[in-house]
């Protein structure tokens, strides 16, 4: 039962952080909640499908297929919260001004939305299929009894859940003047940090090369699998024993996502 | 001429500059064998087969790879290039009993 609500509790932690960060740099866009719970239902099925089919996956592109699909779903949440953190660094403070009266706002906050929604979707999606594995394991093993799988499933999903809504509540804590620039922040480590972690997926596939591998160690410092590591890993991509090559896809989203936001602030400025 | 045959004949292998393979078996929840010895400094191709019925997940923090095996299936990582020194993993479904490391040499 502990031992299943640890593992659970470190899936769902996963996404649970992405959503409180993301929810929280929404939180005036309209309808948010609703777009929030859309793509929750769309990952938790999505993560079931994907369980399901995890032999299919797993041999499709002569066997490296689950690290082809962990990248893509990756790459593609990266492409979101770029697309979201360049958008945000020139209507978010409108949107906050207007909160009330988003008449005109509308139609961006719509992409905006669906932005939010897939982003939920493919977090809830990656972490959700693999709990739906391991849960699966267990019953068809029967090396834990029924009653204890759900209890561990159940405490290791409140926990998860529980430190990312401290997250999002906090972050609704931060003074207005300061509100955009931790979110975009947030969102802009998360984005540098899903973009390592495909990386990684990628040297594992033997796509790319992996270039000095480990480029430092720090796991006696801080161990990925500690509580701390683990929140690290999730906040800002944290890599106890990163590769070369996932520290350059990291700097290079990070330095994209920050020209495009500039890029976009000079050009709104000139309108 | 000769030369250019055995140019010709020679660039498949170069394509495929074959790893060498190792194989782990994963049975009753317990890789065999628990203790793989593979060359260090170059880039290993391991297969890691499940012969048992249920999902494991091949993870290695030291190794920093993590990939799900179905039951009754077979998925191959690469590593490497490894410094020597032990490297442990573990399968993350069943960690009591499923522990081995990878001694690179």
Do not use: C
Request: hydrophobic share 55%; net charge neutral.
């Amino acid at each position: 039962m502990f031992g299943t609500a640890v593992i659970v509790f470190r899936e769902v932690l996963e996404a649970a952080i992405i959503i409180g960060i993301v929810s929280a740099a929404t939180r005036d866009v309209p309808r948010r909640n609703y777009w929030l719970f859309a793509g929750l239902m769309i990952g938790l099925l999505g993560s079931a499908i994907v369980a399901a089919s995890t032999d299919v996956i797993a041999e499709f592109a002569s066997g490296i297929g689950q690290e082809l699909f962990n990248a893509i779903v990756l790459g593609l949440a990266v492409v979101m919260l770029a697309w979201h953190s360049i958008w945000m660094s020139t209507h978010g403070a409108e949107l906050a001004a207007h909160a009330r009266n988003v008449g005109a706002n509308i139609r961006e906050g719509r992409s905006e939305s669906s932005i939010l929604m897939i982003v939920v979707g493919l977090a809830v999606l990656r972490e959700g299929s693999e709990t739906v594995l391991f849960l699966y394991g267990i019953a068809a093993s029967g090396s834990d009894t029924l009653s204890n799988m759900l209890i561990g499933g159940f405490i290791g999903t409140f926990m998860g859940v529980a430190v990312g809504y401290t997250i999002y509540a906090g972050l609704l804590r931060v003074p207005m003047r300061w509100f955009f620039a931790t979110t975009a922040t947030l969102v802009l480590l998360l984005a540098a940090g899903m973009a390592s972690t495909a990386a990684r997926f990628l040297i594992q596939a033997d796509l790319l090369p992996s270039m000095a591998s480990p480029l430092w160690d720090t796991s006696q410092l801080i161990p990925e699998n500690g509580l701390f590591g683990m929140l690290l890993h999730s906040l800002i991509g944290y890599d106890a024993r990163p590769s070369g090559m996932q520290v350059m896809f990291y700097v290079a989203v990070l330095l994209l996502i920050l020209t495009g936001m500039k890029w976009a602030k000079s050009a709104h400025k000139k309108i | 001429m000769k030369f250019l045959y055995a140019i010709l004949l020679l660039t498949p292998l170069v394509g495929f500059a074959a790893e060498a393979e190792f194989t782990l078996v994963i049975k009753d929840h317990k890789f065999e064998p628990a203790e793989l010895v593979v060359p260090a400094g170059e880039k290993v191709k391991l297969l890691v087969v499940n012969k048992d019925a249920s999902p494991e997940e091949f993870e290695s923090y030291t190794l920093n790879r993590e990939k799900v095996v179905a039951g009754n299936s077979t998925i191959k990582i690469y590593i490497g290039p490894l410094k020597p020194g032990r490297y442990p993993f573990i399968g993350e479904f069943n960690q009591a009993t499923a522990q081995g490391v990878i001694v690179a040499k």
